[in-house]
């Protein structure tokens, strides 16, 4: 199993600033890496996958890149709405696993 | 508009067998390249992929889960099922219904709303 680790656990940011969160895979996932958005009570949105393409209807102050092992999301300058979890899923083996989640919260 | 919605026990006691059920709305369970996953989310943790079937039939489970589980398919209800047995309080999580983009499942682009199970006697 490819365990994905998420880094930091908590990231505290300013809105309208910039926040880089990382995720790092034990082994190569090639770009077959996915980010998704989850804020308290719902279910996780889909944002980001190829690693750097957006999914339908997300902004694009959500970046994605990296390849192999290492990858990060980018969001280019905080909105209210984007304070939530964020996690990433890698989808070249089985099984599909997640990181452990990124907590964005407003500073 | 596609849309899914888990329904089933709420409560289950340990060593018996968790049931839930997705229905699937606004698209034929069996059109497209599309699978269908279960994923689960402990509180406060974490997301785990339990398991997908595709409309035609195959499966595939995570092998951490893989003795306990069992997904069906009927096309006639246009719903997906989740057997799990023998729980455990380990198991207490929030269950999703997820579609999985292509006939193998990816990335999940669509979710349902999930529902709570806790296991507890």
């Known amino acids: 199993e490819i365990v994905m680790t998420q880094s930091p656990a908590t990231l505290s940011v300013s809105p309208g600033d910039r926040a880089t969160l990382s995720c790092r895979a034990n082994q190569s996932v090639s770009s077959n890496l996915a980010w998704y958005q989850q804020k308290p009570g719902q279910a996780p949105s889909l944002l980001i996958y190829?690693?750097?393409t957006r999914a339908t209807g997300v902004p694009a102050r959500f970046s994605g890149s990296g390849s192999g092992t290492e990858f990060t999301l980018t969001i280019s300058s905080l909105q209210s709405e984007d304070f939530a979890v964020y996690y990433c899923q890698q989808y070249n083996n089985w099984p599909r696993t997640f990181g452990q989640g990124t907590k964005l919260e407003i500073k | 508009q596609l849309q899914l919605q888990e329904s089933g026990s709420g409560v289950v006691k340990p060593s018996q067998t968790l049931s839930l059920t997705c229905t699937v709305s606004?698209?034929?369970?069996?059109?497209?390249?599309?699978?269908w996953s279960w994923i689960r989310q402990p509180p406060g943790q974490g997301l785990e992929w339990i398991g997908y079937i595709s409309h035609s039939g195959p499966t595939s489970y995570n092998p951490s889960l893989q003795s306990r589980v069992t997904m069906s398919i009927d096309r006639s209800k246009n719903h997906f099922s989740l057997k799990l047995s023998s729980v455990t309080a380990a198991d207490t999580a929030v269950y999703y219904c997820a579609r999985g983009v292509s006939t193998v499942p990816k990335t999940f682009d669509v979710w349902g709303q999930g529902t709570m199970v806790t296991v507890s006697s």
């Open positions: 190829g690693a750097s």
């Open positions: 606004g698209v034929p369970i069996s059109g497209g390249a599309s699978s």
